[in-house]
């Protein structure tokens, strides 16, 4: 089965597997808690942030224009929502950096349990070649670099076309790197994993930015839309449960494609002795002319 097949296939069986109620349960838990820790964060920061952010946005000769342009532009009433705005803008890479991170963290190795214990993959052996420890230093310095590149890359977000792809692209690399590790964490050695995402490095970040698209839609909805602004907390948590269920559905996706493409990997490293061993065999035996 080549690279194309085993993603369609592990996407197809990813998304019958996203509609399974234990799934819908895992995508719901982290959403839960996600959204009660940073709804108490907003609650009690809120006020105070944008009072703090509405004179750094007027004072600072870095962000000052950007009022005066939207004045200039017509937008008499900018004072008024500039600061929520670029507070939510803040807001949302934090909020769902965290939530993918929680994900990995506390929900992937649950989907991969269950996913293993399904027929195609009961044979596979655990070599462990990652435990709680390295997914965790994995996660937060992976979680740092993607946070970094959203703090760099924030200001152009507002140009309709980079909206669309920046964050697809920075979610979907995240995901790639910590779906990846996570998925073989249990199953893979240190030596197969590393060989796994060379061989198949584009095809999971195919998958990663796919992932990523889909977890754009919110997004782009969530940091353009001036409903989201007025209704922020309740369109907030409607756009984490979303975000919620599209890691889930990605986590699934990477299980079902890196957990076959283990299987291939052993088979082929098991085959290869097998076909030194025939052709000394063959070698060694007297031929007859």
Not at 207 to 218: D, E, K, N, R, Y
Request: proline share 6%; with cysteine; hydrophobic share 60%.
């Amino acid at each position: 089965m080549d690279n194309m097949q085993l993603v369609l296939k592990s996407f197809g069986l990813a998304l019958v597997g996203t509609m399974h109620p234990k799934m819908l349960w895992l995508s719901l838990r982290p959403f839960l808690i996600v959204s009660v820790l940073w709804g108490c964060f907003i609650w009690l920061t809120w006020t105070p942030a944008l009072e703090l952010l509405s004179i750094f946005l007027t004072t600072s000769i870095f962000t000052s224009w950007i009022q005066d342009g939207l004045i200039w532009a017509g937008f008499e009433n900018a004072r008024a929502w500039i600061a929520p705005l670029f507070f939510v803008m803040l807001l949302i890479p934090l909020i769902s950096i965290s939530l993918l991170v929680f994900i990995a963290l506390t929900t992937v190795p649950a989907i991969v349990k269950m996913v293993t214990r399904q027929s195609a993959y009961q044979d596979i052996d655990k070599k462990k070649g990652g435990g709680l420890l390295g997914s965790f230093i994995y996660t937060i310095w992976s979680a740092f670099i993607c946070l970094a590149l959203v703090m760099l890359t924030l200001p152009v977000w507002w140009l309709p076309p980079l909206v669309a792809v920046l964050p697809p692209l920075i979610w979907g690399w995240l995901t790639m790197r910590l779906m990846s590790y996570d998925v073989l964490a249990q199953h893979a050695s240190p030596q197969e994993r590393d060989t796994l995402l060379q061989q198949h490095r584009w095809p999971l970040l195919a998958m990663g930015i796919v992932s990523g698209m889909l977890g754009a839609v919110p997004t782009f909805f969530w940091a353009t839309s001036a409903l989201a602004l007025v209704l922020f907390p309740i369109v907030s948590f409607v756009a984490l449960w979303v975000y919620s269920l599209i890691f889930v559905f990605a986590a699934l996706w990477f299980a079902h494609y890196l957990l076959e493409a283990l299987k291939e990997l052993r088979r082929i490293e098991l085959d290869q002795p097998l076909n030194i061993e025939a052709h000394v065999i063959d070698g060694e035996l007297p031929s007859h002319g």
